[in-house]
């Protein structure tokens, strides 16, 4: 299977802290992606990354990629509790026609 | 800024029956998706569509199901005979070629 999976499964940290999540995959890919899905709601779209990109900033987002361990890293500094939410990775192939997601990692910011 | 909408928000109907979930992409993207989340599971792939017609699909999506783009806007998937197994979250994605895919909001599907 492509699918990418995440860990950790759950994380809890305190507000100001940073949150790492990592993801795996197995197969090569155009790029990946992490989205954020709050409970119940749909899926929000928070940064791409392509395959021939090593790291990439989005405000608080900072995302890694390193395609010769088929992995990638999320990480969130100075977490505010609206951070709480599933955060997925989901990979694409070349032919880009569909998306594989990890399982997701849980992130629980206590304010 | 444009987003990707999904009406309704909650279906719920009996199971053997039929149920079109509609979808409005992001008006200038190409590529349509349906995925679908289990309660508390993966979001899994279904079906990608492209220049009218099915680019892939996955094992998920058998003869029950199928997917429209009757008009210029809107997206659908039908499912025939709606069974228990399939109550679920079903999103919809759009993206511009090689792009970000857009989700929409889901419409929760209960089957009874």
């Known amino acids: 299977s492509q699918q990418g999976e995440e860990d950790p499964q759950a994380l809890s940290i305190q507000e100001g802290e940073n949150a790492t999540m990592n993801c795996s995959y197995k197969?090569?890919?155009?790029?990946l992606q992490w989205y954020r899905q709050n409970s119940g709601r749909g899926l929000v779209h928070l940064i791409l990354?392509?395959?021939?990109?090593r790291e990439k900033h989005s405000g608080r987002l900072r995302v890694t990629l390193d395609t010769s361990k088929k992995s990638s890293s999320l990480l969130i500094t100075a977490s505010r509790a609206a951070d709480t939410a599933s955060y997925f990775c989901?990979?694409?192939?070349?032919?880009?026609?569909?998306?594989?997601f990890g399982s997701g990692t849980k992130l629980n910011v206590k304010p | 800024e444009p987003e990707v909408t999904q009406t309704p928000s909650h279906q719920v109907t009996q199971m053997g029956q039929e149920v079109i979930l509609r979808c409005v992409p992001i008006?200038?993207?190409?590529?349509f998706y349906w995925y679908r989340q289990i309660l508390g599971q993966k979001v899994e792939f279904l079906v990608s569509?492209?220049?009218?017609?099915?680019?892939?699909k996955s094992e998920i999506f058998d003869d029950q199901f199928s997917v429209e783009r009757p008009d210029g806007s809107n997206f659908t998937l039908k499912i025939r005979s709606t069974k228990l197994e399939d109550s679920a979250m079903y999103f919809c994605?759009?993206?511009?070629?090689?792009?970000?895919?857009?989700f929409g909001p889901g419409t929760r599907l209960t089957v009874l």
């Open positions: 197969t090569s890919i155009n790029n």
């Open positions: 990354i392509r395959s021939n990109e």
């Open positions: 994605a759009s993206s511009a070629l090689q792009n970000t895919q857009y």
């Open positions: 989901a990979t694409a192939l070349y032919n880009f026609n569909k998306f594989y």
């Open positions: 569509f492209y220049n009218n017609e099915i680019s892939e």
């Open positions: 008006s200038n993207h190409l590529y």
